[in-house]
């Protein structure tokens, strides 16, 4: 997830050495003594290497990466190992009818990927489940025993409002819980068939809020059938477009192996960072980050973000609550 860092520079420029006496016609602040104020922001890129075999790479240089912004090739400020950066992670279950006989299995390797991962007084996690409607089981908290518990209040029945689900998450608790210029990784855990026959927000609504909240989004496929179904293309564009990964397991049993592999890449992630020559206009932006020197290797980061002018809202829409709860 990039984020924005603003900082604001501040430059004194003095025309003459440090007076004892101002003179008594003189104003109190001379154009010159006034502290010029320039505005720099920061895009930082969290990303993944890893070679052919799913394997991490972790010995990688500044020297190694080029990135650009909508075509244009932007000099990388820093590059950092980010191995212990604080999370807010949120957990999505699908809870439809379609995946009644393996909530069992969802409901265990939740708590053993909660237990995995998280750290207390640092780390922070919601639940959330969604069949005909999302509802939010546990508010962003970092008590285990709050989350187990909300865990085992999962139930099956009634249809899929994927893309509510996600939408609400994002926009409503993951963007206002971690804001852009805080030092947080954000990211978002599907746990689903990807198909979606309820919600009152589209795909690219749904998609624009995650890009908007700058989460990285994994997805787990609860299609064990060997095949990819047009549920699982949907669950691996969400991943693909945020700089996540997309898990289907061959067997319920390995459902843990998915939430393991998800854990150790939120704490094995590189953070490259550049100032952009792009405008801030509000707009998408594509991002392209290339290792022209290293061959044979994956890179997985997000694709873009908005270039919103610093300090302005990011999403403003109010039509819906957060993340709904059932009656």
Request: proline residues 5%; negative net charge; hydrophobic residues 40%.
């Amino acid at each position: 997830m990039h984020r924005f860092l603003i900082s604001l520079i501040v430059l004194s420029v003095l025309l003459t050495p440090a007076r004892t006496q101002q003179p008594a016609d003189s104003p109190a602040d001379s154009p010159d003594d006034v502290p010029i104020r320039v505005l720099v922001e920061e895009v930082s890129v969290p990303f993944i290497v890893t070679d052919n075999k799913n394997r991490l790479i972790t010995d990688l240089t500044l020297e190694d990466f080029q990135v650009s912004e909508n075509g244009v090739k932007q000099t990388i400020k820093n590059l950092a190992r980010e191995t212990d950066v604080p999370l807010r992670l949120g957990l999505l279950v699908d809870t439809s009818n379609s995946i009644r006989d393996r909530l069992e299995f969802e409901q265990k390797a939740s708590i053993d990927f909660f237990s995995s991962l998280l750290v207390r007084g640092r780390d922070k996690a919601l639940l959330g489940s969604f069949d005909s409607m999302a509802e939010l089981l546990q508010d962003f908290t970092d008590d285990l025993d709050k989350l187990n518990t909300a865990v085992g209040q999962l139930r099956a029945g009634g249809g899929t409002a994927l893309y509510d689900a996600i939408y609400y998450a994002t926009r409503d608790r993951l963007l206002v819980e971690a804001p852009p210029s805080s030092n947080f990784r954000r990211a978002l855990v599907l746990l689903s068939d990807g198909e979606d026959n309820q919600s009152r927000f589209s795909r690219a609504q749904t998609m624009e809020s995650a890009q908007r909240a700058e989460v990285i989004v994994y997805s787990i496929s609860t299609n064990v059938r060997g095949v990819k179904l047009p549920g699982d293309k949907v669950l691996q564009e969400f991943a693909d477009e945020t700089g996540g990964r997309y898990f289907q397991p061959a067997t319920w049993e390995d459902l843990d192996d998915a939430f393991y592999s998800i854990a150790t890449e939120l704490r094995s992630q590189y953070a490259l960072s550049f100032v952009p020559t792009t405008p801030r206009d509000g707009k998408y932006h594509e991002i392209e980050i290339t290792m022209p020197k290293r061959k044979g290797l994956r890179l997985r980061a997000r694709r873009g973000y908005f270039a919103t002018v610093p300090g302005a809202t990011a999403v403003t829409s109010t039509s819906a609550p957060v993340v709904a709860s059932k009656p």
